[in-house]
């Protein structure tokens, strides 16, 4: 199998490279050590919950090495991995339940309340706790050392196959459920690779929250298929990014427009060494073609190249990259503008 199965692939070619730095759990991971990890997920998920090819499996969960074994895992299978808000209010959570049907909920202990609260409401056949709590769910690590490490058995997998589904805002009704597949998944990371010419050395920051799409797609799952370092952290904190920036010689880096205003007012910002940067990308909405003289802002001050990117959920996580010039902002502004227009267009009905 290709589709599913990055992980495995490369803890066999390279086994000693650095995948991931779990900057919450204070653990390193080769990849290697990351596929023996994705596999005992796998095996956890194939031979104690009967997780088959299409069952879809829900988390609610903050940031965390768990989370990214539980989606590799899911993948290996040929499961579909459902990402839940955490910042629902209760009564939301049993549209997903319904919407989504899935076979068994992950969740951290932060979150253990809440899913008390609506376990009795919803049909679920497993509850499990990536903590070691047993009042809401099945305890994770009481088993996790006892999981085989060994590959389960192959999958055949299409590009058609659902991998991820996202949901959407529901600005005009309900989340919708954004179904994508392997294939999308795999394209939108060999496109970012190659539209960002990404490779083995480079290193970004997971801070995105993983039921965004941005979690996943910008720049996750591209830079483990690149055989990159992905640095993860619980959520955004503009003082740690700057910590980790310089610390863990960060090359690339996204963002929205808030993040990068909440990193040029940190009183770290002026001592940060950024010369790991290779660049920096702001991640907008569509209809904000104003946000651009902010990443010009940006770009003076930190002196580093960056990138404006275009998104959306259901069709193109990395959308449509453009440079700002060292010189002409006020061209890159229209540019930037008709871009919008165009891709606004082609979105219309």
């Not at 080769?30 to 069952?55: I, Q």
């Not at 376990?119 to 099945?138: I, N």
């Not at 619980?234 to 003082?239: G, T």
């Not at 902002?329 to 227009?341: G, I, N, R, W, Y």
Request: net charge negative.
């Amino acid at each position: 199998m290709i589709y599913g199965d990055w992980i495995v692939r490369w803890g066999r070619a390279c086994p000693e490279k650095e995948a991931l730095v779990d900057v919450i759990g204070g653990r390193r991971y080769t990849y290697g050590e990351l596929s023996a990890e994705v596999c005992r997920m796998a095996n956890f998920l194939r031979e104690e919950l009967g997780v088959e090819k299409g069952d879809r499996v829900a988390c609610l969960s903050f940031n965390r090495a768990e989370y990214i074994f539980l989606f590799l895992g899911l993948s290996r299978l040929g499961a579909v991995m459902v990402p839940l808000n955490f910042r629902l209010a209760r009564g939301e959570f049993d549209y997903f339940f319904e919407d989504a049907a899935p076979k068994a909920l992950f969740f951290d202990g932060a979150h253990g309340d809440v899913v008390a609260s609506f376990k009795d409401e919803v049909s679920l056949s497993h509850f499990v706790c990536l903590d070691d709590e047993d009042t809401v769910g099945r305890p994770l690590p009481r088993v996790w050392s006892d999981l085989s490490q060994a590959p389960p058995p192959e999958v055949e997998l299409s590009t058609d196959d659902p991998q991820l589904i996202i949901y959407t805002s529901g600005t005009t009704g309900l989340p919708k459920g954004v179904l994508l597949t392997h294939g999308m998944i795999t394209w939108n990371s060999i496109n970012t690779n190659l539209g960002w010419d990404l490779c083995s050395e480079d290193r970004t920051i997971l801070h995105a929250a993983m039921f965004y799409t941005a979690g996943w797609n910008v720049f996750t799952l591209p830079i483990f298929h690149c055989r990159g370092t992905n640095i993860l952290v619980e959520s955004f904190d503009p003082d740690l990014i700057l910590e980790l920036i310089e610390k863990e010689r960060v090359t690339v880096f996204f963002g929205v427009p808030t993040m990068f205003q909440m990193m040029m007012e940190s009183p770290r910002f002026e001592a940060t060494d950024f010369s790991s940067i290779r660049f920096m990308v702001l991640r907008d909405r569509i209809s904000d073609i104003e946000r651009p003289t902010l990443l010009i802002a940006a770009q003076e001050d930190i002196v580093t190249p960056h990138e404006q990117m275009l998104a959306m959920s259901e069709a193109m996580p990395d959308a449509r990259i453009v440079s700002i010039p060292a010189t002409g902002h006020a061209a890159f502004l229209e540019k930037m503008e008709t871009v919008c227009t165009l891709v606004r267009g082609f979105l219309t009905p």
